[in-house]
């Protein structure tokens, strides 16, 4: 059973607009979440992460959202730039424990 | 320059054979993971490590096996009695909580 979803598999957003990912999860004794991105053939890329203690966490253009009571992450990219068209994972675990990433969305962003 | 390296990035082999794939990090990293993701799929763990000569199953380690003797070097064994082998493998190391991966092996077995 998927402890982690990403229901959108794919998103188009144009340049210069805000991207939104989106990650659900089930299991309420995750305390840590994780982004990666990821180009095809390549390793994911660590992007950003958050603590179950904090409601968001800002690095740059790249922004995390955690709503505990809801289960619910997201991923705010904003302006969206072309170099950002990849596929990014998130993953959520507790410490000590192994992490479970979801299924991915792709993120095409039109020039 | 501190990383994870996996080799080869493509790997063929015949069914029925066993195959061993790669992963050497030099980030003095404690854990390591071997994941493998198929398209649609997220990464799904097959194997970590959390200190030398310890290793714990993940979600899918049927078929497979590892071994921890070094730090640096936690190679992954895809053996014949792994059912649908074909996928991309990747290897990732950490010593908090934000695992770093490496670039990945494609197996191939025809």
């Known amino acids: 059973d998927q402890q982690v979803k990403q229901n959108s598999p794919s998103l188009s957003v144009q340049e210069g607009r805000i991207s939104i990912l989106n990650c659900d999860y089930t299991n309420s004794m995750f305390d840590y979440f994780l982004w990666y991105k990821k180009y095809p053939a390549e390793g994911p890329t660590f992007l950003i992460s958050?603590?179950?203690?904090?409601d968001k966490n800002e690095d740059g253009r790249f922004t995390v959202f955690l709503n505990k009571s809801a289960k619910h992450l997201s991923l705010h990219i904003v302006p969206s730039q072309p170099g950002d068209s990849a596929v990014y994972f998130c993953a959520a675990g507790y410490t000590g424990n192994q992490f479970y990433f979801g299924t991915g969305t792709s993120l095409t962003v039109i020039p | 320059d501190g990383g994870i390296t996996q080799s080869p990035k493509y790997l063929f082999r015949k069914e029925g054979q066993n195959v061993t794939l790669s992963c050497e990090q030099n980030l003095n990293h404690d854990a390591m993971y071997w994941y493998r993701q198929d398209p649609g799929q997220g990464l799904r763990l097959i194997y970590y490590s959390q200190i030398v000569n310890d290793f714990q199953k993940g979600d899918i380690a049927e078929g497979y096996s590892v071994s921890r003797e070094k730090k640096e070097s936690f190679p992954l064994t895809v053996t014949s009695a792994q059912k649908n082998p074909t996928a991309f493998y990747l290897c990732?190391?950490?010593?908090?909580?934000?695992?770093?991966f490496g670039p990945g092996t494609r197996l191939t077995v025809l």
């Open positions: 990732a190391s950490s010593i908090s909580l934000e695992q770093f």
């Open positions: 958050i603590s179950s203690i904090k």
